[in-house]
């Protein structure tokens, strides 16, 4: 199909009714601030007009709202010089200043009386300006010098904030004003996103929103959290300019521009100054930053009479608010713990106020951002503090560092608990290793045990842990099997039925299988998928307790971040007590009570020194092909310890690997790692059935559910198939053998039947388990 393709008569209604929809729906959302659906509504019909565009091209116009993010990245910004200068405005930092400008605004009008000015936020974003000809918009640029900016209509046409077409009776050209931001929340996402990536974070919402504008790729300003507020008009033809500055803005809502809500009309200096002090008690609520209040004169005709002076207007000016900036120096480190175990650097400061409020401590992530500013105790520091957003260190004045600066260093154990601290290969987050019993973490980690998808104890809410925790009477999870009814009675909201529940919950769930418990635990990088695996794999909890992270390679989907995080939850001693309590208290984790055939069989020499290499054993030299030599030659670790030169020539290697072997050989501590290794892998092979779970009924097949099934959970329905020795998977690709659909199926349903894979209903799920012995209550 063309572009040129003429779509059927009902199909450009229907195009048409839904890009009238959504331009509709955003004008709600963004100019009146009224949402009429939820987004997912708006995020299904763009869908369904994207389709229809893509099927029929002829139906895509300019300003479809699908049509804001360009296919490929320019070279460079092109110039654009401002018909009229966007020009700056002149400063009030307090009360007299205010007063001044007031009198001098009386003076050159000659008026008496009190003056009406427009007040509104001087939002610290970007200056940007919108042309629009005949409704629709044809260029948004920068402010830049004010004569001449860059044109960046690419990146503004990204911005849902925007409309591509004016709404109602627009005008043959209007030049629209305003200013880009983005909000706090924002602004921490993204700077979330970023540390995740690796890459660089923004030091605040403003220097954020203007590296975003200035992407020459619109596809990634597009992901930024970017908002417009107009503020003026610059140029207007085709109608008759109004009376006032308020109904210019009246104009601009009409035509689907947000104008900030904040925005007040004020009669004489005592109003604004009300509007001032008001807007700057309630700045740490707005959700985005300003850094004053901008006051104009209403009428037009004044501000044509008032003029100019240099490159400022005599009709306007901007009262500043106190700076959101400061220096002071950094007197220490501190780490504190929050509820996951993350270890979070804070800076304790000399005091200084910020933003009117004095600032002592501020945030500084983790420590790959204290080695990105290169912070030392004793430093000299730019602090920013917006809102309600957490005050943060955001440079360091190398050039005032004195000379007995010290480093910031991570301690080598849990500030809170005592326990190790583990940082999680490729990532920059530190995290303590006592889950079970760190006191910053207790609460988290009872809730997290307690929950549906763990252990099940029904009736132990989050309320409940709160006060069983407060009250001292559990301190981590194995305290749970230690209360008894009368102490749970007693505590408020409460009672002996409620209490004779709870108990019995907690009896039930002492019989679980092995997967439930070890989710239950809150291992780090444990969800339910890797404890399935991982029971599957050793069969019981003493021998995955035991097992060294060159065995937990072995699992399907554990890798190396998983297996270190395993092997740090169990070195920790205090983990290792904890467990033993709930064992003690009778807790069952209920496996296979033997490893798998298939993990076993994955348990050679070769798997232990490929999986060796990975975790840094000194092995450099020997490639993936030799290693697979080396450990089909010798079998055992204890053969290729005592191999001599000769030997080892004989299993292919080359000289260089010969030298990479006697290397390993020379190292005891990762001898002793091997050998200890080698061991458990011939303890677990001696306990391995003969039999394999290929002989399972499903084994070999992904499946996948998809909709509400009316006789059992999806999670029930998993947990079965997956005893038929099937995997279960939450997305539809080429590798499902087929798909299960109820009631209400959706996309997985359509992608099964795009990729042709057969589809069946619960009826046939039902008689599936059937002909293997299985009903939804077994």
């Known amino acids: 199909m063309t572009r040129s393709t003429p779509p059927p008569a009902e199909i450009t209604e229907q195009a048409s009714a839904l890009r009238d929809k959504l331009n509709d729906w955003s004008y709600r959302y963004y100019v009146l601030d009224d949402p009429a659906v939820p987004d997912v509504e708006y995020d299904r019909l763009f869908r369904e007009l994207s389709k229809l565009e893509a099927d029929y091209p002829a139906l895509v116009s300019p300003d479809s709202p699908t049509q804001r993010v360009?296919?490929?990245p320019l070279d460079a910004f092109e110039e654009v010089r401002h018909e009229v200068p966007m020009l700056s405005l002149g400063n009030a930092f307090d009360d007299d200043d205010l007063t001044d400008f007031d009198r001098r605004v009386h003076e050159r009008l000659n008026v008496s009386g009190d003056i009406d000015y427009i007040a509104e936020p001087k939002l610290d974003g970007l200056a940007v300006s919108l042309v629009y000809e005949q409704g629709e918009l044809v260029r948004g640029a920068t402010r830049g010098d004010g004569e001449t900016g860059e044109d960046i209509t690419s990146n503004i046409r990204t911005l849902r904030s925007v409309p591509l077409r004016l709404r109602g009776d627009v005008p043959a050209l209007v030049e629209i004003r305003g200013e880009v931001v983005m909000t706090h929340q924002g602004f921490e996402a993204l700077n979330a996103r970023q540390r995740e990536a690796g890459n660089k974070v923004f030091a605040n919402p403003r220097n954020a929103a203007a590296g975003s504008l200035r992407q020459l790729d619109s596809r990634i300003a597009a992901e930024r959290p970017l908002d417009f507020f107009a503020y003026s008009?610059?140029?207007l033809e085709g109608r008759d300019w109004p009376r006032r500055h308020s109904d210019l803005l009246a104009w601009v809502r009409d035509w689907g521009i947000r104008v900030n809500r904040e925005v007040r009309q004020c009669q004489?200096?005592?109003?604004?100054?009300?509007?001032?002090?008001?807007?700057?008690?309630?700045?740490?609520?707005?959700?985005?930053?300003?850094?004053?209040?901008?006051?104009?004169?209403?009428?037009?005709?004044?501000?044509?009479?008032?003029?100019?002076?240099?490159?400022?207007?005599?009709?306007?000016?901007?009262?500043?608010?106190?700076?959101?900036?400061?220096?002071?120096?950094?007197?220490?480190?501190?780490?504190?713990?929050?509820r996951t175990g993350a270890i979070t650097p804070v800076a304790r400061l000399e005091p200084v106020q910020v933003g009117g409020v004095t600032v002592s401590n501020a945030t500084l992530h983790n420590m790959d951002e204290i080695a990105r500013l290169d912070l030392r105790i004793g430093d000299s520091v730019v602090i920013y503090r917006a809102g309600d957003v957490i005050p943060k260190v955001v440079s360091v004045l190398a050039d005032r560092r004195p000379d007995d600066a010290r480093p910031v260093q991570l301690p080598a154990a849990c500030p809170v608990c005592g326990s190790d601290i583990f940082?999680?290969?490729?990532?920059?987050?530190?995290?303590?290793?006592?889950?079970?019993?760190c006191g910053a973490q207790q609460k988290e980690a009872i809730k997290h045990f307690a929950s549906r998808r763990a252990m099940d104890i029904e009736g132990l809410g989050d309320k409940l842990v709160e006060a069983l925790v407060d009250q001292g009477l559990v301190n981590h999870i194995a305290d749970l099997y230690r209360l008894d009814a009368e102490q749970v009675a007693r505590l408020e909201r409460m009672g002996e039925k409620s209490a004779a529940n709870l108990m019995a919950a907690l009896e039930k769930s002492k019989q679980m299988p092995l997967a439930r418990v070890l989710f239950a635990l809150g291992i780090m990088q444990i969800g339910e998928e890797t404890a399935k695996a991982l029971a599957r794999a050793f069969g019981d909890l003493?021998?995955?307790?035991?097992?060294?992270?060159?065995?937990?390679?072995?699992?399907?989907?554990?890798?190396?971040?998983?297996a270190q995080s395993i092997a740090a939850f169990f070195h920790e001693q205090h983990n290792q007590d904890v467990i033993d309590a709930l064992l003690a208290q009778?807790?069952?984790?209920?496996?296979?009570?033997?490893p798998s055939a298939e993990f076993v069989a994955r348990l050679d020499l070769v798997h232990l020194l490929v999986s060796a290499k990975a975790l840094q054993a000194p092995l450099d030299g020997i490639g993936q092909t030799s290693l697979e030599k080396l450990g089909a030659h010798f079998g055992t670790f204890a053969a290729l310890r005592d191999a001599d030169d000769e030997a080892l020539l004989q299993s292919g290697l080359n000289a260089a690997g010969v030298e990479a072997v006697r290397r390993l050989q020379a190292d005891r501590s990762w001898c002793a790692?091997?050998?200890?290794?080698?061991?458990?892998?011939?303890?677990?092979?001696?306990r391995a059935p003969a039999s394999s779970s290929a002989s399972l009924p499903l084994a070999g097949e992904t499946l996948v559910l998809t909709g509400s099934l009316s006789r059992l959970t999806r999670d029930d329905a998993k947990a079965l198939l997956e005893q038929l020795g099937?995997?279960?998977?939450?997305?539809?690709?080429?590798?499902?053998?087929?798909?299960?659909?109820?009631?209400?199926?959706?996309?997985?349903?359509?992608?099964?039947?795009?990729l042709g894979i057969p589809v069946q209903d619960e009826d046939a799920l039902l008689a599936l388990l059937a002909e293997h012995g299985l009903t939804p209550d077994s």
């Open 268 to 338: 004489g200096v005592s109003a604004l100054l009300a509007f001032y002090h008001d807007i700057l008690e309630r700045r740490a609520a707005l959700g985005y930053d300003i850094d004053g209040v901008v006051y104009k004169v209403d009428r037009l005709d004044w501000q044509e009479q008032l003029g100019f002076v240099s490159r400022a207007p005599r009709w306007a000016v901007a009262h500043k608010f106190p700076a959101q900036e400061e220096i002071t120096v950094l007197r220490d480190v501190e780490f504190q713990v929050g």
């Open 70 to 72: 360009g296919d490929r």
């Open 542 to 562: 003493n021998a995955l307790r035991e097992a060294d992270p060159l065995l937990l390679l072995a699992v399907p989907d554990v890798g190396q971040k998983v």
């Open 233 to 235: 008009v610059a140029r």
């Open 586 to 594: 009778g807790v069952q984790a209920q496996g296979e009570d033997r």
């Open 673 to 686: 790692r091997l050998a200890h290794a080698q061991a458990q892998c011939d303890a677990l092979r001696d």
């Open 726 to 754: 099937a995997k279960v998977a939450g997305s539809v690709s080429k590798k499902t053998s087929r798909v299960f659909a109820g009631e209400a199926a959706g996309s997985k349903l359509k992608k099964a039947e795009e």
């Open 423 to 437: 940082t999680p290969e490729g990532e920059v987050i530190a995290r303590c290793t006592g889950g079970l019993i």
